[in-house]
């Protein structure tokens, strides 16, 4: 069966300022040292299974010209633009009837744009398993990381015990992020893995879910098929995606779904979720510093320094974030990147918009 | 009798990198709130007590045009360029003949041109108190600070327990930069004031001291002054001025001459070595920070940010100086200041002139 890909680049990144910004947010950015962008490396990544005239990228219209500039090869009929924000239910109802229009039925994987992958290859083999199972019956297939510490930050998957269709386990449940205490249990119990936001499905069978538990959404979503290719195919858009509930893809179908199935990944999955990860991602030098750019550190430890041509030196410090850019420099404690968000609410007060 | 000035404005301010520069050194910066430059603000301090024509300036010919730009009233005869820097004696010896080449004798202070003064009606106050007593035998004086915490970065006086000369108390020695246990005993005795750096005495009175303890530079001074107003003047300067000994003032005379008085001083002096003095200046706000220019502080305490337009925004951060400028930035621990050098001896090993 066709595989098709949705990639899903309406994010805005915050939690990456001031590199990231309203006008070119994470996804959009190279945060590793090939230069390329994550979105490009997301695109890449898949090429292997999907050709490019069946990859569509979700994202909202102010970076339309983004992704032309970064992914030539999409077909511009291929870029979806929201309207406005509707969380990931409808953004993959969007793709999946995009795709409807196209195609009898095929595979649909939904994936995120800003997620790095360490090993290309397995993460490849891993699709491919989920395609395998997705093709059967009405299945819904999810990836799932084994975890390697009690993150409190993501949601995670039960699996069932029993292995299902060879790799795969049938999901339990969907548990919200957890308290510390909690994610402890979850990850020594060993049937726990995180929740990456990744999805394989038949169109067909995303579809018939959604008829099934997200009734008004999908007659929405209906409407918009209906007018793909046709000259009021912006103004369906434009009038109806802001009435579709904005609900989000696993509470909305996947925790009330059957045929479940979650495979663990094992290919170097990092969400690049803060600061913090770069340092992951880039490793560390001698003194734990993660270092990019021009700078001088002199008795400096365990810093990410994310310097540009301006030259950053740094005297007698540790567990610090600096970040620079044209016009914006963070100065965090490692600590404390949560909190960055506290500088964009204090931006948004000053309708500071230059720097959001 | 005429009260003359010498103002000695040859020094880098390495400590105040990166805003220092040695394009642009400290004395040329302002650094408080009233857009004053710290030499400017010395010569208006002295105004009251000395006219402008009878103000001399002591630097190094890269900063020639800086005391024209920043001091225009000053003729430019006044600006006295030290072909090289060769410590506090050679550049005082060098004011004292120009000052005895245009009056018989004279009154002559000399004046650090990178301090900063709380009171300066105090401050003139205590200066007309030193003339008095400059005016008279051959007395060398000097103006003394107050200790109130025992600083290990300043040489201290010892001043005999009488007082001479109503409000001046004769000195017992000077010393030198102490550890902070003789620091300690040396504020809580009551007997020590800080060594300013400020001296005034008659030219006739430098000048026979300079004979009596520094003869080969007193007779290179004398060459230096012969040719003042000639067409030799220059190439006299540029042949004669590198062979003076290099030698600070308190060591070549103050330490040995006889006649030598200190005025305690307490009218809020502040030398500004280092940018942990910019907090005494600017004073704090409720979290403990001294913050100018384009900053957003969360969960930031007890830091001093100077920021000029781009944004400087800190989440989580303490004891931090942080101080941008167009092309470097620094980032200190407050208890690590004193390291700065070591990023400048950074920046000369790697031949990074533009950043010095």
Request: glycine share 20%; hydrophobic share 30%; no cysteine.
């Given at each position: 069966m066709k595989k098709t890909a949705l990639i899903m680049a309406?994010?805005?990144?915050?939690?990456?300022?001031p590199r990231s910004r309203?006008?070119?947010p994470k996804q959009f950015l190279?945060?590793?040292?090939?230069?390329?962008t994550m979105i490009q490396l997301t695109v890449e990544r898949i090429l292997p299974l999907v050709d490019m005239e069946d990859i569509y990228i979700a994202t909202n219209k102010d970076y339309k010209n983004l992704v032309l500039e970064q992914?030539?090869?999409?077909?511009?009929?291929?870029i979806l633009c929201e309207p406005v924000g509707r969380n990931t239910a409808p953004c993959i109802g969007l793709g999946a009837v995009h795709i409807a229009s196209k195609y009898e039925d095929a595979i649909m994987m939904v994936l995120p744009s800003d997620h790095l992958i360490k090993v290309p290859d397995i993460f490849t083999e891993t699709l491919e398993q989920a395609c395998e199972i997705a093709s059967e019956d009405t299945n819904l297939v999810t990836i799932g990381i084994q975890p390697n510490y009690p993150e409190t930050g993501y949601g995670y998957i039960k699996m069932n015990k029993e292995i299902s269709k060879g790799t795969a386990y049938s999901v339990d449940c969907f548990v919200e992020k957890p308290n510390l205490e909690k994610a402890k249990a979850y990850v020594s119990s060993g049937s726990y893995v995180w929740n990456s936001g990744m999805f394989i499905w038949k169109i067909s069978s995303i579809l018939s879910n959604l008829q099934k538990y997200l009734p008004n959404m999908y007659s929405g979503l209906k409407n918009i098929q209906a007018s793909?290719?046709?000259?009021s195919e912006e103004d369906c858009l434009i009038s109806t995606f802001p009435t579709l509930e904005s609900i989000s893809i696993d509470y909305g179908i996947m925790e009330k779904a059957s045929n479940i199935y979650v495979i663990p990944g094992?290919?170097?999955?990092?969400?690049?979720?803060?600061?913090?990860?770069i340092e992951r991602i880039k490793g560390y030098d001698e003194s734990n510093n993660t270092i990019s750019g021009n700078v001088i550190a002199i008795d400096t430890n365990n810093c990410i320094i994310e310097a540009k041509e301006k030259l950053i030196a740094t005297v007698g410090v540790e567990n610090l974030v600096i970040v620079d850019t044209d016009d914006a420099l963070l100065v965090s404690g490692k600590d404390f990147t949560g909190n960055i968000r506290k500088v964009l609410e204090t931006l948004r007060e000053q309708k500071a918009e230059k720097y959001l």
């Open positions: 309406g994010g805005r990144g915050e939690r990456f300022w309203k006008s070119l190279s945060l590793t040292n090939d230069g390329k992914l030539p090869g999409i077909p511009k009929q291929n793909i290719g046709t000259d094992n290919f170097g999955w990092d969400d690049v979720g803060s600061w913090l990860a």
